[in-house]
């Protein structure tokens, strides 16, 4: 007979980084890793992933920022962030103390700006890995244009590989023909790892007001509405394309995550639901554990890509 | 900060059609907060995209532990906090931002509120009054569209009667007191040298229009915006108003939640 004291096994490796847990943050919902603090031991994380960073500060979009849709948020932060040399001299220190993967993810205008805010990064012990936001739909001049072309995508992977030996994970774009085609070419580039996915394009409008809601006009959904939408991007580029895959998109519960982990997901992000229930995290890491428990799985990695090969 | 996810509602009471008092109980949160800080309430757990709402704190009861919100009913999230009944639960999450200060040195202090922004100023007042500092003058000028809708002026009377100064009140309609906007109150107290220290809170009209009155009679001043908010912590960066004024600089933001609610009133750009 099966014991349900017996632990499971939780850990994960993605592009040869230890993951205790496949339990992490979406970079943009988190902060820079420890405003949570106060409600989520952090250390019990799998890894964190931060707000993006670009090359200089940057002061982000007008308000209003955000709206509230139906099962889901739009939002247009516009990368507000200190710039890397701030973030490195003022936050990073401060994460020492954090006994997970700390995961910082780029943003930038060209290709060499990654690249630079890469190896600026890439000299910290301290960060695991770093993710390419490639794909943030809000920024003018920025992310996107690399995000939905191949060939674009590709070169900015190749600047951040050529000066880093860090991981490198690229979040992909939703909004584009076909997400394999684009997962196929960081792929090929070098990228180690995918996350995916980020935010749908979309926007609201004030019909008292006859106007845009957002102060940028357009934004990006997050939450509930989009996970089925994630869910099958998650699973046809799992079929396609031999990367690890961190998988988000409207994560609020244990079964949510584990949707994404039998779709092909290696490690799963909770976004949006940290600003609704702020020990979300943590409350997913124990359903997982109950859900293996129960159900006798001995091992989270029995559970990629599960749903591929139905019992 | 303290995650309350169980905090009990004491009572909901309408006020006025469309306007709930709200009053949980929350000992911790309660005995720790301060004017001008806020909440994050949950609503409705079982919907479970739904953004938590900033509610600034009303008044506290520090003895039964209890705190209340005054709010309006002005979309989703308050339509469905206002069908929450007694002894109902409220996953709560504060106190939350910075609160109103009163600078060394001010003495001549001035209350302005536009409708419901009274919420986070009564908190300030009832301090004020605890505090039994007569040294204190002050003024307390409260706005509404109606007398129907202008609330809490008998309460702030006796609250503050041991006080200099004194209440007056304001209508659109002209159905009680002063007939107009509530911030013709304001001048006349900051032309006649009444108030060096002025808290303020309401539709954002009025708060451009009284900062702009401060900075014309040369007074200081302190208000609580609001702005569309998620986490409350500081870490989404969605809450954001921008500080800098001057048109062609880079924007400055500060985050309402954590830099604010509270700002002076020359910080904000309107």
């Known amino acids: ?311 | 900060m303290i995650h309350n996810p169980k905090a009990r509602i004491v009572s909901q009471k309408m006020i006025f059609p469309g306007c709930c008092l709200l009053t949980i109980s929350s000992p911790d949160i309660s005995r720790t907060a301060k004017p001008g800080q806020f909440i994050q309430v949950r609503i409705l757990p079982l919907l479970d995209s739904t953004l938590r709402r900033p509610f600034s704190i009303h008044r506290v009861d520090r003895e039964e532990g209890e705190l209340s919100l005054l709010y309006r009913v002005v979309g989703r999230g308050t339509a469905l906090l206002s069908m929450e009944k007694e002894n109902n639960f409220l996953d709560i999450i504060g106190p939350l931002g910075n609160g109103f200060t009163i600078p060394e040195g001010k003495k001549k202090l001035a209350i302005a509120a536009g409708g419901i922004g009274i919420a986070p100023l009564f908190f300030l007042l009832q301090e004020l009054a605890q505090s039994r500092n007569k040294d204190f003058s002050i003024y307390t000028l409260l706005g509404a569209r109606t007398s129907e809708e202008l609330i809490l002026a008998d309460e702030i009377t006796s609250l503050t009667d041991s006080f200099s100064g004194g209440v007056k009140v304001a209508t659109d309609d002209g159905t009680v007191g002063h007939s107009g906007p509530v911030t013709e109150l304001l001048e006349e107290v900051l032309a006649n040298r009444l108030a060096e220290m002025v808290y303020f809170c309401g539709p954002r009209d009025f708060l451009r229009v009284s900062a702009a009155m401060l900075e014309k009679y040369g007074a200081a001043g302190q208000l609580s915006i609001e702005e569309r908010m998620a986490c409350g912590i500081g870490a989404c960066y969605s809450c954001v108003c921008r500080t800098n004024r001057k048109k062609g600089e880079q924007p400055v933001y500060k985050r309402v939640c954590l830099d604010g609610p509270v700002f002076y009133s020359n910080e904000v750009a309107f």
């Open chain 1, 1 to 311: 007979m099966k014991s349900l004291q017996e632990e499971p096994n939780l850990a994960v490796e993605i592009a040869g980084v230890k993951f205790k847990n496949p339990i992490v943050t979406a970079s943009g919902t988190f902060g820079f890793g420890k405003e949570y603090s106060v409600f989520v031991n952090l250390s019990q994380l799998g890894g964190i992933v931060l707000k993006s960073l670009t090359l200089q500060p940057c002061p982000g979009n007008p308000p209003p920022r955000i709206f509230e849709t139906s099962s889901g948020l739009l939002n247009s932060i516009g990368l507000e962030n200190p710039g890397v040399d701030n973030f490195i001299k003022f936050y990073l220190p401060g994460l020492k103390e954090i006994q997970t993967n700390i995961i910082a993810s780029i943003a930038g205008g060209a290709a060499e700006e990654y690249a630079a805010v890469a190896g600026r990064l890439g000299e910290s012990e301290l960060v695991s890995a770093l993710e390419l936001n490639i794909s943030c739909p809000n920024v003018k001049h920025g992310g996107m244009q690399f995000g939905v072309s191949p060939s674009a995508s590709a070169e900015v992977v190749k600047s951040v590989k050529s000066i880093t030996n860090k991981p490198v994970i690229v979040k992909l774009s939703p909004n584009v023909t076909s997400i394999v085609e684009i997962a196929r070419s960081v792929a090929a580039a070098g990228a180690d790892a995918l996350s995916m996915i980020n935010t749908l394009a979309g926007m609201a409008i004030d019909v008292y007001r006859r106007r845009p809601v957002l102060g940028n006009i357009k934004g990006g959904l997050s939450g509930p509405a989009i996970k089925p939408v994630a869910v099958g991007a998650v699973w046809d580029v799992y079929r396609e394309v031999d990367l690890p895959i961190i998988g988000m998109g409207g994560i609020t519960c244990a079964r949510d995550a584990l949707e994404f982990i039998m779709a092909g997901a290696r490690a799963v992000a909770a976004g949006t639901v940290n600003f609704i229930n702020p020990e979300a995290t943590i409350n997913i890491l124990e359903g997982i554990t109950l859900f293996l428990k129960e159900n006798g799985i001995k091992d989270i990695n029995d559970l990629v890509g599960a749903a591929h090969n139905p019992i």
